[in-house]
Every structure is written in C-alpha cells, then in structure tokens.
Nanobody, 123 residues
C-alpha cells in the first residue's frame, strides 16, 4: 500500500486549504476500508483527524464543522477540505489507509502511511 499526499502549505488564520491523498494497492471498495488523515504538531503526539469509508465518515471533535473528508469517483483518492483554519491546526498531516473504526483512530492496524505534508497556519 502506498499513499501520497499533496496540497500542504502556508495559510493565514481563518483561511482554507485542501489536501489530497492518492492511494495505490488499496481501495475504498474493500470491506471496511477507510482512508483518512492523522496529524502531528511539533512536540505533540500524533492524533487522528478523521477518516472516510463507504459506510461512514469520522471526525475528531477538534475539527468537526471545519474539516470535510471526501472521496472522488476513483475510490483511491481522498480529500481533506480544511476551513476556518487556526494556528493550532499547524502540523504535518499524514494520509493513512486501514479499516474503519476505533482501531483506525488509535492508529492500530494501519496498512500504509504517506510521508506527510506540512500545513502551517500563521499570519
């Protein structure tokens, strides 16, 4: 499983940014499959942002109402639309593929990770 993120960069507080994740060797058509995002801020532990599966979409409380995870017609692409960005959203964002559910949120059983893309929210 290989995952490649794109779309990171510098954005002002209150701004928007969209990240993309292209997966190979993995498809959302697989049973219980999920592709989503984690992030790790400087000096902090990695945390789950959310994931998309054909059955449900999960969001961490810290991003609910501001971030949207979606997939395109090709079931190997997932997008993270981030609105109303805050300085505390600054982190390296990683795309990850695995099975939907609590294990995914805890980073357990992940089948593949991207190399990460840096998002910096600053004026």
């Amino acid at each position: 499983v290989q995952l490649v993120e794109s779309g990171g960069g510098l954005v002002q507080p209150g701004g928007s940014l969209t990240l993309s994740c292209a997966a190979s060797g993995f498809s959302l058509d697989e049973r219980h499959a999920a592709i989503g995002w984690f992030r790790q801020a400087p000096g902090k532990e990695r945390e789950a942002v959310g994931y998309f599966s054909l059955l449900t979409t999960y969001y961490a409380e810290s991003v609910k109402g501001r971030f949207t995870i979606s997939s395109g017609d090709a079931k190997n692409m997932v997008y993270l639309q981030m609105n109303s960005l805050k300085p505390e959203d600054t982190a390296v964002y990683y795309c990850a593929a695995g099975e939907m559910g609590s294990w995914y949120v805890r980073g357990i059983g992940i089948k593949g990770w991207g190399k990460g893309t840096l998002v910096t929210v600053s004026s």
